[in-house]
């Protein structure tokens, strides 16, 4: 017998996705959020078609749109001299290629629709300030726990051989700086990546807020489990460091600013489910760096096919098959986003080849190695 209800741990992206796509199945779903209130966490977000063409199936795309920005390209650009190594087109293209859009947005956006399609839908209860704990599965129809909780998810102890989070050994540094205080070189109809040797930089306009998001990453060896934490001076000095020998005005970005100090934690590979009543999406599952920007878009793609699993399955069926049919694409996408690292911090001779093959790439190639990305057709 499918699912009759679940109860979801945790009220972000994953977990609000999941009730809209259960209730599209006809699934009730109880959602518990121990914190009080719903904070913005952290800033930018990018969303590619793969998202997208689950937003819209679920209604709430049309919202989304009146706030983001489609950005008219993805670039790569040498840290050194500002110079575009490589550009995938997205805008009208993206919407031609893989029948969505491409597009970036504050997550305090997303998370906002969301919560308001939930809020609209009888089958979805949201429990704010109630932790899982107080959650117990109903007894008059089958029905299952998902922990969408993130990396530090307290579900995952009722899973044998579950994921465990580690610190990845990558600290993000996340600003804004105004749209009016941006220096020309940033493109304002762009998302743009800056390569350097040890360290990477990716900038992209917010509709919402008339600014630009701006998110460093590099190495880092203090693993704190504090997250969006101001940087302290020396963190500060640290990241300036990291930028020796980037173009003068790259470096400007750096002068005067505030940003959080973000320590990058991965999980370990697990089981997602327990066969029986359990099961685990997005972060909760497979938290992954963030170097090829699917994250979010791993748990929407999470959310909306467990409900079909579980929409058409027996519980004891639908999980296991869940695990067997997103394990595949989930290390596929974490093996791409190593290759991107890799890529992005690469010197010496290894940067100097790298910058060559880019610029020896025609738009159309570069958008065909994204094809299996950006134009997956999810289940259901």
């Not at 719903?38 to 977000?45: K, M, P, W």
């Amino acid at each position: 017998m499918p699912v009759e209800h679940a109860a979801i741990a945790g009220a972000g992206i994953a977990g609000l996705t999941a009730a809209l796509a259960l209730a599209k199945r006809g699934i009730r779903s109880d959602i518990f959020e121990q914190a009080g209130a719903l904070a913005e966490v952290g800033a930018g977000l990018q969303l590619s078609p793969n998202a997208s063409r689950i937003l819209r199936e679920l209604g709430v795309l049309g919202e989304i749109e009146k706030c983001w920005l489609e950005p008219e390209m993805i670039r790569l650009v040498a840290g050194d001299t500002l110079r575009q190594l490589a550009a995938v087109p997205a805008g009208r293209f993206a919407r031609g290629r893989w029948d969505a859009p491409y597009g970036v947005l504050h997550r305090a956006t997303l998370q906002r629709v969301l919560l308001d399609a939930v809020r609209a839908n009888p089958l979805c209860q949201l429990h704010l300030g109630t932790p899982i704990e107080s959650a117990g599965l109903p007894s008059n129809g089958p029905g299952v726990l998902i922990g969408a909780d993130g990396v530090w998810s307290k579900t995952r102890a009722a899973i044998d051989g579950s994921p465990s989070p580690r610190f990845s050994g990558n600290i993000a540094y996340r600003f804004t700086i105004t749209a009016a205080a941006a220096p020309d070189f940033l493109d304002r109809n762009s998302v743009s990546a800056f390569l350097g040797g040890s360290v990477h930089l990716v900038c992209y306009p917010l509709k919402e807020t008339a600014s630009f998001n701006l998110v460093a990453i590099t190495s880092g060896n203090e693993n704190t489990e504090r997250w969006d934490s101001g940087a302290a001076s020396h963190q500060l000095e640290t990241l300036r460091s990291r930028f020796r020998g980037w173009h003068p005005e790259a470096l400007s970005l750096l002068r005067n600013i505030e940003p959080t100090y973000w320590p990058l934690y991965e999980v370990s590979e697990g089981s997602w489910q327990n066969g029986r009543d359990r099961v685990l999406i997005g972060d909760a599952a497979h938290a992954m760096m963030p170097f090829a920007a699917q994250g979010a878009a791993m748990a929407i793609e999470d959310a909306y096919e467990l409900a079909y699993f579980l929409g058409s399955n027996p519980i004891e069926r639908a999980l296991p098959r869940f695990e067997a049919h997103r394990g595949p694409r989930i290390a596929k996408i974490r093996k791409r986003g190593a290759f991107n690292r890799f890529a992005y911090h690469a010197g010496g001779p290894i940067r100097i080849g790298r910058d060559i093959v880019l610029s020896m790439k025609p738009p159309q190639s570069l958008a065909a190695d994204l094809d299996w990305i950006y134009g997956y057709r999810p289940l259901g």
